[in-house]
């Protein structure tokens, strides 16, 4: 299956989430390919400091754009492609090919607008549509910071997009194992960074 991580806006977790999806999915023992599509290149980066420290399981080398007309003859079980608007035309190109997108949205208005046109664009590139999960990312740990119960009620409004019930939250665990190049359930297996990316993983990939 390929699964687009995706979003038009900056700063909303999208690599950090493709790779913990990856590193979830190698645990699996899934065979998998990896894409990186943006040209800040963080998911390539993050996959890079991992093979370096040797880490297992390994994960394969992100492949760059120059092969995304590749991608449809990929015979691995899954396919994780990070994207972002800073390359539209690879954007439209995996809107095209995949069969999920998943759009990590933090909880802001601002992150509400851009899903907004995400959509668009989605449904501008697809007439047959994949299927679209949105997750609420980064949101604040403080139960009176209501941003975040404001950004899932607008989420259901929205066409297409299907909310994942699960919230990742703000922690310093995904900043700190990212760093590592280890999985946020590596580091800190009976966290609460690791219990919550476990449980939206499981239902990404049996929903």
């Not at 209501?146 to 409004?157: C, P, S, V, Y």
Request: net charge neutral; charged share 25%; proline share 5%.
């Amino acid at each position: 299956m390929i699964t687009v991580i995706g979003n038009m806006k900056g700063g909303t977790g999208k690599s950090t989430f493709a790779f913990n999806l990856a590193v979830w999915l190698a645990h699996q023992n899934k065979s998998i390919s990896l894409y990186d599509f943006d040209p800040q290149q963080t998911f390539s980066d993050v996959v890079e400091v991992r093979t370096e420290e040797n880490y297992q399981p390994s994960l394969p080398n992100t492949k760059d754009e120059s092969t995304i007309d590749c991608v449809n003859s990929d015979s691995a079980d899954e396919i994780i492609i990070d994207v972002s608007m800073s390359n539209q035309l690879a954007m439209k190109k995996a809107i095209q090919i995949c069969h999920q997108i998943i759009i990590p949205v933090a909880p802001s208005q601002a992150d509400i607008w851009s899903t907004q046109r995400f959509i668009k664009l989605i449904k501008a590139e697809r007439k047959d549509l994949p299927k679209v999960l949105g997750i609420v990312n980064r949101a604040d740990t403080h139960p009176k910071v209501i941003e975040t119960q404001e950004t899932e009620e607008a989420l259901d409004f929205l066409p297409i997009v299907k909310r994942i019930p699960i919230r990742l939250y703000n922690r310093t665990a995904y900043r700190r194992s990212f760093s590592e190049g280890l999985g946020v359930f590596e580091m800190e297996p009976n966290g609460k960074a690791s219990k919550e990316f476990i449980k939206i993983a499981q239902y990404i990939f049996t929903v």
